[in-house]
């Protein structure tokens, strides 16, 4: 029996329906953007596997690290303990976060990083005896599964068995471009409450919901807006940080700083499961206090996991060198290169781009859904021509590993050109 066979005995896999899905396919090896299934087929992974690995696979720096790391100190609990690896990473992310960022907070994934970032601000109020419990996000946003984190998501059918279960939410529309002033005007009604904590939003890029772009001046003023009505940001950099967007973070080209920050996805570079959600001194303070019932009551077994905090070490490490940036902007003027002559095509409705990620709008007849026929058939072509690109609903979009070369980007661009032809 194959991999791919044997998997299907036991394993269930995430946002699938096994009645209907084609089997797993089996991926026995990768190195830099290219992935080998077992019968030996190459692909390229054009999404930096759900948008983790920037570095490529089976990065030998970050390997190195993490093997060095395993055989010094693998595990140590981080309550009232701490290690090298933990405090290098936080002083190593206070260097490159906006500067009012003060505290980190560790945990293992995005979901986890936007939990902590909502309890934290719930409680915050809490202990000032202050009643503000609502929290402000955009339609269509993703901020991952676990319940507070899937409460702020707006995909709906992600969410709607769950419907009576959520804390309250506050939904606004998202400043795209012609948006601007009814999103701002939204979030003006919505602070006159005085009800809510918070205000969590997916900086520039909406990513799960295919890629959506809105400008840094219009979430200026939004955040400006919160800051003079007391409600928090929380600025969810899970997928657009370390480097996605074409600066360290998305918040990098905003004049306003947000209070909270969640990273994960690339941060160990695809390796460790891994996030931090980061905090200003003045949340962190809201905490500090003679009374133990005012302390964050929150934390994860592999809370600061030393071997992940080497990887994400060794990670930034390899961001921040000259090859690495020059990399971005490489893929960037090609993606912009692409833009220009894809855009005109009969077939395609909108396109964008941003950093390394390119997104581009199919012209369909009806609304796409998410997982529907569409989608599905864009998915096949690309999987039958090696290339990995997981479309949502008629959205199409690439956001390659920084390593990936010329040659392989220009095969993916191909194929999605050819791609248009069939559907
Ligand atoms: C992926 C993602 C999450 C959830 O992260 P997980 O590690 O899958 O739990 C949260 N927010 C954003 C913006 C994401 O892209």
């Known amino acids: 029996m194959t991999l791919s066979e044997r998997d299907k005995k036991h394993n269930w896999h995430p946002y699938t329906q096994h009645k209907t899905a084609q089997p797993s396919i089996a991926i026995v090896k990768g190195d830099g953007a290219l992935l080998w299934d077992e019968n030996g087929k190459e692909y390229i992974d054009a999404i930096a596997s ?4 920037p570095y490529g696979h089976s990065n030998k720096v970050i390997a190195d690290a993490i093997y060095k790391q395993l055989t010094t100190l693998e595990h140590v609990l981080f309550g009232g303990f701490t290690h090298e690896p933990a405090v290098l990473l936080s002083e190593k992310l206070m260097e490159i976060l906006p500067n009012n960022q003060k505290k980190i907070f560790y945990s293992d994934n995005g979901s986890t990083a936007v939990e902590i ?57 998202v400043p795209i471009a012609g948006n601007e002033s009814k999103s701002i005007q939204a979030l003006e009604k919505v602070l006159t409450t005085n009800e809510c904590a918070a205000f969590i939003f997916e900086p520039l890029v909406q990513g799960a919901a295919g890629m959506v772009m809105y400008d840094a001046e219009v979430l200026d003023v939004m955040i400006a807006l919160c800051k003079d009505n007391n409600v928090f940001t929380i600025a969810d950099e899970v997928m657009t940080g370390f480097g996605k967007t074409g600066k360290n973070f998305a918040c990098d080209y905003l004049v306003q700083n947000p209070d909270m920050m969640c990273l994960s996805k690339a941060l160990t570079g695809g390796t460790i499961p891994m996030a931090v959600t980061t905090f200003t001194q003045e949340i962190f303070d809201g905490f500090y206090d003679d009374d133990v019932n005012k302390a964050l009551f929150h934390g994860h077994t592999f809370t600061a996991n030393p071997t992940g905090c080497a990887a994400a070490l060794a990670s930034i490490s390899l961001l921040q060198t000259r090859e690495m940036q020059d990399n971005i902007q490489r893929i960037n003027q090609q993606h912009l290169k692409f833009q220009n002559q894809i855009k005109d095509n009969p077939k395609v409705k909108t396109t964008r781009v941003l950093g390394v990620i390119f997104a581009l709008e199919i012209k369909t007849e009806n609304e796409e859904s998410y997982y529907g026929d569409f989608r599905n058939k864009c998915y096949n072509f690309f999987i039958e021509n090696g290339i990995v690109l997981r479309p949502v609903g008629n959205i199409v979009y690439i956001l390659p590993p920084y390593i990936i070369s010329d040659t392989q980007l220009e095969k993916v661009y191909l194929t999605i050109e050819r791609a248009l032809e069939i559907v």
Do not use: C
């Not at 759900?50 to 690995?53: G, P, S």
């Open 117 to 173: 970032a909502l309890k934290a601000t719930m409680q915050f109020f809490y202990n000032k005896g202050e009643k503000r419990t609502k929290i402000i996000a955009f339609e269509n946003a993703f901020h991952g599964d676990t319940f507070g984190a899937m409460a702020a998501s707006g995909i709906s059918f992600f969410t709607e068995a769950f419907k009576g279960s959520l804390i309250d939410i506050v939904r606004i529309p």
């Open 50 to 53: 759900w948008w983790v690995n």
